[in-house]
């Protein structure tokens, strides 16, 4: 039987200077900067797209737990045997499973935003609440179940960690394997001290921490490789998620071969069994650290690329002197493009200038008004940002309803254009509930902070008094950290609302309908412009990260696919 941190009965009480030991070492080191600077790089840019949705607070937790418990295995060869006999013990027992546990919550957010934006893959398809208040069953599991998705997955986890940890100081109190004076008879070991140490490193006191890495290595991360096998998305989340789930599975079961089979013993020498364990947190670490820091970095470029494609553009149109034609002549490119057919006679410098033409602003504009679906299933399948898309949609749909009154404010309001202006404000409202109000949105729009507190003053005290207060604040610079997905359940007002028939409609107008409306003075600061700056700031948005993402993808695949100009037909 072999030894957590390799002790036998030969070992000396001596650090252990062989070069297999120093590079181990060195390697400990070298790795642990690594991992740093790229948690480090992660942090500086937390507020671009593709880490906002990550929820980096959870799982470069489960990336610092994981490695306390990999740095001091490197050192295992050097001096296991002048470290206490328990001490691999209490790391493995506590270090490991918490993280792998918090490691695991992080990415089954996965699965949880891939089946929530499923819900904007279409145009203009959202699931709505009847405002008709029902009655809550009681109970500890109704309760459990009517807790936001994050409340209840760290709960699961936190009970799992608990469950673990009290396992973990159970064995050790029992077990007189670690002290003679208290425990089980019987379960003494004997001996010299190495070889009390050799026998502390393994036996029936480690079966819990076995038992929950096979839990999560053998049924967890399986479970949710499966359900991921049709999602593709721009993150590399589906890649981290088939990496880690696979380069998990040796671990555990290396581990018990590196103990129990005498024939490992050579190698325990070199590389003790705990390091099979520490090869799979390393594969963890790249796919959670590195993928994430590339990502980053390829957006960067695409965006980058972007930009300066919009500023050949410009120049040229300037140029030029003919912006009326140049535009006309872009929206024919991208309806080609959009509609899967290209000009087999099409040159190179045509090419070119198709490449820094569809990239501006007004290409955007006009796939947004002539056929935003296939962008909208892009964002929201692949992208898991539909809800911006969605947003700008919504809000062209509400800005080409308004009344002159409304577009006007200096023309006069009779009864009947009050009338309209509120039915108005109960659509913007509805608009603000839905995307912006991190209260209520279950994917708030990323506008700035200032713009925020605005539309705030404006329309959260009445979305409180239609809507309700049951959902939890989001931190608008990070609302997928505390992840509250679910929908808000409206309450009713004594005097503000006025309830309405339910049914599930598909249009903005239609939905907001459907909606208790609020009955209650309008702001002063209500008018046509009230979105204007959030739209514009989604637009930007969408401009330099899905736009230029979505046009590659319709590049790559408009030659694999026939039927991609039937679907995609303007």
């Known amino acids: 039987m072999g030894s957590e941190l390799g002790v036998t009965a030969d070992s ?204 999560w290595s053998w049924i967890v991360a399986p479970i949710v490789l499966w359900k991921s096998r049709n999602i593709h998305d721009t993150h590399g989340w589906r890649v981290q998620t088939i990496g880690c789930a696979i380069a998990n599975l040796h671990a555990t079961p290396m581990w018990l071969i590196g103990l129990y089979v005498p024939a490992m013993a050579p190698v325990n020498t070199v590389f003790v069994p705990p390091q099979w364990i520490c090869l799979s947190i390393m594969f963890i670490e790249i796919f959670t650290v590195f993928l994430p820091c590339w990502e980053v970095m390829r957006h960067q470029s695409l965006r980058q690329e972007t930009l300066d494609s919009i500023a050949r553009w410009e120049l040229k149109v300037k140029s030029t002197g003919s912006e009326a034609k140049s535009l006309n002549s872009e929206s024919t490119m991208v309806d080609s493009r959009i509609s899967g057919w290209k000009s087999a006679n099409g040159s190179v410098k045509t090419e070119n200038s198709y490449r820094d033409s569809i990239m501006t602003m007004s290409a955007l504009e006009h796939v947004l008004e002539r056929n935003p679906a296939p962008l909208q299933e892009f964002s929201a399948l692949r992208e898991f940002s539909g809800e911006n898309i969605v947003f700008l949609t919504s809000l062209a749909e509400w800005k080409n309803s308004l009344p002159a009154t409304l577009r006007d404010r200096t023309l006069p309001r009779d009864s009947n254009s009050r009338d309209v202006i509120r039915d108005h404000f109960n659509r913007a409202l509805h608009i603000y509930a839905e995307f912006i109000s991190v209260r209520h949105a279950e994917f708030p729009v990323n506008i700035s902070s200032q713009e925020l507190r605005k539309l705030e003053s404006i329309f959260e005290h009445p979305t409180r008094l239609i809507y309700g207060e049951e959902r939890e604040c989001v931190d608008p610079t990070s609302p997928f950290d505390k992840f509250t997905f679910d929908l808000p359940s409206p309450t009713h007002s004594d005097s503000s609302e006025k309830p309405m028939k339910s049914s599930t409609k598909s249009s903005l107008t239609d939905a907001i309908k459907d909606r208790v409306q609020y009955w209650g003075d309008i702001p002063a600061d209500f008018d046509a412009s009230i979105f204007d700056a959030a739209e514009a700031s989604i637009k930007y948005l969408v401009l330099t990260n899905t736009w230029p993402k979505f046009i590659k993808d319709r590049r790559d695949s408009v030659g694999s696919f026939d039927t991609l100009a039937v679907s995609m037909e303007v």
């Open 12 to 215: 000396k009480a001596d650090i252990d200077l062989s070069p297999v030991t120093i590079w181990w070492a060195v390697w400990a080191c070298v790795w642990t900067i690594a991992v740093v600077l790229g948690m480090a790089y992660l942090i500086v840019h937390r507020n671009m797209p593709t880490l906002r949705i990550r929820g980096l607070g959870l799982s470069l937790s489960a990336i610092v737990l994981l490695h306390l418990y990999w740095a001091p295995v490197q050192f295992a060869t050097m001096v296991g045997p002048l470290l206490p006999g328990d001490c691999q013990y209490w790391m493995m027992g506590t270090l490991l499973p918490c993280g792998v546990a918090l490691f695991h919550a992080s990415n089954a957010r996965f699965l949880h935003v891939a089946k929530l934006q499923r819900k904007y893959a279409q145009y203009g398809e959202r699931l709505f609440i009847s405002p008709t208040p029902e009655e809550k069953p009681k109970g500890l599991i109704a309760r459990f179940h009517r807790l936001s998705y994050s409340t209840k997955m760290l709960t699961i986890v936190g009970i799992g960690m608990f469950l673990q940890i009290f396992l973990t100081i159970l064995m050790w109190l029992i077990s007189r394997k670690w002290h003679s004076s208290w425990g089980i008879p019987g379960t003494e070991v004997h001996g010299t001290i190495m070889e009390q140490k050799m026998a502390q490193g393994a036996g029936w006191e480690w079966w819990p921490g076995v038992a929950w890495q096979l839990a």
